[in-house]
């Protein structure tokens, strides 16, 4: 996005900022809308905080070619499958060339490459109806805006000819009970990481997104319009709770915070997985995805993938290895990693 010509930049905001246009293509979506109750499509869904290892696990299972996904050439058009497909397939096909993405950890992308980029479709359904202006909080989806949401993947399940999609998008875990009660022969993956080397990183690329936005304007200005508030300049917390408000106390340039935001989410998404009994919805440790081979091949086999198809390797990334020691809440500390093992052997266990 740092090389994106003016042109371009002018057809990101016409796109998918409010405005006449993209109010026409979400309209035109909702009149889609299928008349069902659940949807029948297989796709795979990937979760969980940003850093947890979600666009690795969207990498390796995008490497099969059996599924299609949402992809950087599609854009800004992601809202018009029609518009997506014409200026993917004769205006933007030409270069394939892949560059490390900014959050300079190692993983190559490039116009194929698959992204969570459908945010744009929730921010103009339901957020409006939201008071999300600096928070995330959990909701649920109306029947009527899932059935247009199965119209949206079920079109670019049809422009690349594929049977179901792949979609990651770091913010589903806030709607997933509405979601995987729809999508019931869909798979849901909520990933995780070891805490206190997930809190690292977020903090790392959160420092680094900042320099960055400071830098090019436009950079911030594109993360909004997708719906990126991950971290940057215009991160938003996700916050479970009111008792969760306390996380404004921490600066959000601190470890503390980032272990205070994987204890609050994570601590959501095991009671929800612990209370409600959803066969379609699986806990993945990514660690073990990085370190143990028969975890791994479970993990594809549960979701009728062969392993031996996926072309990705997995590694554990330098804030696993560094322990260096950083001024944080001992108890927090504590459940953090009490939270984590219970994921861990609930993962194990499925």
Same mark, same amino acid.
């Given at each position: 996005?740092?090389?994106?010509?003016?042109?371009?930049?002018?057809?990101?905001?016409?796109?998918?900022?409010?405005?006449?246009?993209?109010?026409?293509?979400?309209?035109? /979506? @909702? +009149?889609? !809308?299928?008349?069902?109750?659940?949807?029948?499509?297989?796709?795979? #869904?990937?979760?969980?905080? $940003?850093? %947890?290892?979600?666009?690795?696990?969207?990498?390796?299972?995008?490497?099969?070619?059996?599924?299609?996904?949402?992809?950087?050439?599609?854009?800004?058009?992601?809202?018009?499958?029609?518009?997506?497909?014409?200026?993917?397939?004769?205006?933007?096909?030409?270069?394939?060339?892949?560059?490390?993405?900014?959050?300079?950890?190692?993983?190559?992308?490039?116009?194929?490459?698959?992204?969570?980029?459908?945010?744009?479709?929730?921010?103009?359904?339901?957020?409006?109806?939201?008071?999300?202006?600096?928070?995330?909080?959990?909701?649920?989806?109306?029947?009527?805006?899932?059935?247009?949401?199965?119209?949206?993947?079920?079109?670019?399940?049809?422009?690349?000819?594929?049977?179901?999609?792949?979609?990651?998008?770091?913010?589903?875990?806030?709607? /997933? @009970? +509405?979601? !995987?009660?729809?999508?019931?022969?869909?798979?849901?993956?909520?990933? #995780?990481?070891?805490?206190? $080397?997930? %809190?690292?990183?977020?903090?790392?690329?959160?420092?680094?997104?900042?320099?960055?936005?400071?830098?090019?304007?436009?950079?911030?200005?594109?993360?909004?319009?997708?719906?990126?508030?991950?971290?940057?300049?215009?991160?938003?917390?996700?916050?479970?709770?009111?008792?969760?408000?306390?996380?404004?106390?921490?600066?959000?340039?601190?470890?503390?915070?980032?272990?205070?935001?994987?204890?609050?989410?994570?601590?959501?998404?095991?009671?929800?997985?612990?209370?409600?009994?959803?066969?379609?919805?699986?806990?993945?440790?990514?660690?073990?995805?990085?370190?143990?081979?028969?975890?791994?091949?479970?993990?594809?086999?549960?979701?009728?993938?062969?392993?031996?198809?996926?072309?990705?390797?997995?590694?554990?990334?330098?804030?696993?290895?560094?322990?260096? +020691?950083?001024?944080?809440?001992?108890?927090?500390?504590?459940?953090?990693?009490?939270?984590?093992?219970?994921?861990?052997?609930?993962?194990?266990?499925?």
């Amino acid at each position: 996005m740092k090389n994106y010509s003016f042109f371009s930049k002018l057809l990101h905001k016409q796109f998918l900022s409010k405005g006449e246009l993209t109010n026409l293509f979400i309209n035109k /979506i @909702l +009149s889609k !809308a299928y008349n069902l109750q659940s949807d029948e499509s297989s796709n795979i #869904f990937i979760t969980g905080l $940003a850093r %947890a290892g979600t666009t690795a696990l969207l990498e390796s299972l995008d490497s099969t070619n059996k599924f299609a996904s949402f992809r950087y050439k599609y854009m800004p058009f992601i809202l018009s499958p029609k518009l997506s497909y014409f200026y993917s397939r004769y205006l933007n096909n030409a270069d394939t060339k892949k560059v490390e993405r900014m959050h300079a950890d190692g993983l190559e992308i490039g116009p194929n490459s698959p992204e969570c980029l459908d945010e744009p479709f929730w921010i103009h359904t339901i957020y409006k109806n939201h008071g999300f202006d600096n928070r995330l909080q959990p909701h649920s989806i109306k029947t009527n805006i899932l059935n247009s949401y199965a119209y949206l993947l079920n079109s670019f399940s049809s422009i690349e000819k594929k049977s179901g999609m792949i979609v990651k998008n770091n913010n589903s875990h806030l709607r /997933i @009970l +509405s979601l !995987a009660g729809f999508f019931k022969n869909s798979k849901f993956l909520i990933v #995780f990481r070891s805490p206190i $080397a997930h %809190a690292k990183s977020l903090l790392s690329l959160h420092k680094r997104l900042i320099k960055i936005q400071k830098d090019d304007g436009y950079v911030l200005e594109y993360m909004n319009l997708l719906g990126h508030w991950e971290f940057g300049k215009g991160v938003k917390p996700f916050i479970y709770n009111e008792k969760q408000d306390d996380i404004y106390s921490y600066k959000n340039t601190s470890i503390n915070y980032w272990l205070k935001q994987w204890i609050y989410t994570y601590e959501w998404i095991l009671e929800i997985h612990t209370k409600n009994n959803l066969g379609n919805l699986r806990l993945v440790c990514y660690e073990d995805l990085c370190n143990d081979d028969n975890y791994k091949s479970n993990l594809f086999e549960s979701i009728l993938i062969n392993p031996n198809e996926i072309s990705f390797n997995y590694r554990i990334g330098k804030s696993n290895k560094d322990n260096s +020691s950083y001024d944080i809440d001992k108890k927090d500390i504590d459940y953090a990693n009490y939270i984590y093992n219970i994921l861990r052997e609930n993962s194990l266990n499925q």
